[in-house]
């Protein structure tokens, strides 16, 4: 029998990076060791001697190890649900959401919904009730609700659409006496509701999208398992997939972090949701409530707070022309030009990387080095390009070549700390994170980032410290103050996101 021992610090490591590359999946540091019983359990069940043969079994390609990822992901994830879940949230739906949707689709009546994650099926339900009770004539449209999970065994019990009393937990007489039928201790779910929802087996990570349009999605309790990496390739598939004007409903605070410059967020008393920006058109106003927008300044994922323009404390070299040397006006007037067309170059970078054209940003960037070699801003630029390609590495040396010309600069602290954090150097990326927090003490992002990591290393104490930390600075800053490490939300509303998050304190 295969004991704790057999598996290795290196070989639990080599588990942990399959998972976030395959999935996405984060093991905090607090869950290593039920993580690790897990393993033991299915290299058992499977009659294995030597855990690094699982591995190699999960990493295979075969039938076999597919079959394998669907016993051991469920496993790792709460997939526990329920009808009506998360009330405040709902209410945003019926209130405000729906009725916009359904007044813009009156001419086609197709509506389309994505519950990302939907387990066993409540939540794609109780959406689909949602519906039917906003729409008096809901059986004239076309109402299309997906339902997609990676737990194979979660989607057979939903389409089966079969529940017992747990799952109705907090649900109205009226609603279960309407919707269901009792059948001894079970409650199954009437037809007409099962018809309008469809589930599909979805890895959200690693498979490709092919929805067609969402008029929502709605993507809660997900992202918390998932990487930053993997958080911004799913969003960017949900953007791709959106209606214009579509939305996004996630759960509180599971984007924090996150370049989100694509999206509109639009807060109300409920919570928070996104819409996408269509062609640079204005969002749809639902009730009169005015779109909360984000200028378009962030450089690409990963989010660092926008650079500002550093001032040579160098003297001007004396060109070697024969004719003006000495001419203190002249050299004046080409350093001057000199500086403009870096200043140039560099703007020209930033819009490229927005645009993810890397090669060409690079391009620009290595002009600039070419007339001043100790450019803070083009080292930090190349950083992040490294840093967005994955090359983490060139990254760090990058950014730690602009901290050499510029050690007070916040920037490359927090793309480093970023990286750090992603390539489970944690106590890296703390140090980085308080670092910042010494150079700005009014720093939100760093504080939620440092609760953040405490949070995975089980460290609760430390993690709420951080945490109330970052909403003392908010409740002290101006209300309309741009937080830039959070997607320029205004202090207000991240501190109303905050303050509604599921956080316990």
Known sequence: MVNKTSLSSDLQTSFHHLLSKRIGLVIRESERETFVNKLLLRIEVLN??????????????????????QHLVPSLTNNESYFFRDKQQLQLLQDNIFPEIISRKQIDKTIRVCSAGC???????????????????????????????????????????VYNP?????????????????????????????????????????????????????????????????????????????????YLLTGHTELSG?????????????????????NNSMPAKINNIPAVTHEKKNISKPLIPPLTPIKSTQKSRAYSSLSVKNDPIYSTAKTAI???????????????????????AIEKVKKVLKNNPNNFQAYYLLAQISANKGLYEEAVTNGNRALQIDCFAIAPHYLLAQIAEETGKLEEAKSLLKKIIYLEPSSVGAYLDLSHIYTQEGDDKR????????????????????IVERANLTASQLLFQ????????
């Open 48 to 69: 294995l001697s030597n855990p690094k043969d699982y591995y190699l079994f999960l990493k295979g390609n075969s039938q076999e190890s597919e079959k394998e990822w």
């Open 119 to 161: 387990s066993t099926g409540e939540e794609p339900y109780s959406l689909a009730i949602l519906l039917s009770q906003l729409i008096p004539n809901y059986h004239e449209w076309n109402l299309d609700i997906l339902g997609v999970d990676i737990n194979q065994e979660a989607l057979r019990r939903a389409k089966k659409g």
């Open 166 to 246: 747990w799952s109705l937990r907090g649900v109205s007489p009226s609603v279960i006496q309407t919707y269901f039928k009792k059948v001894k201790k079970q409650y199954h779910l009437d037809d007409n509701i099962k018809r309008m929802v469809r589930f599909h087996s979805v890895n959200l990570v690693k498979d490709s999208f092919s929805f067609g349009e969402i008029d929502l999605f709605i993507c809660r309790n997900v992202f918390i398992y998932f990487n930053l990496t993997a958080i911004a390739t799913v969003l960017d598939k949900f953007h791709g997939s959106l209606h214009p004007h579509g």
């Open 258 to 278: 996150q370049n989100l410059h694509k999206f509109t967020a639009k807060v109300f008393s409920q919570s928070l949701i996104y819409q996408r920006r269509a």
């Open 338 to 360: 000199k500086q403009l067309t870096n200043e140039q170059l560099i703007k020209t970078a930033e819009d490229l990387i927005k645009k993810e054209r890397y090669d060409a």
């Open 463 to 482: 993690a709420v410290k951080m945490y109330q930390e970052s909403l003392n600075i908010l409740k002290k800053l101006p209300p309309n103050t741009p």
């Open 498 to 505: 905050l303050q509604t998050a599921n956080f316990v304190l």
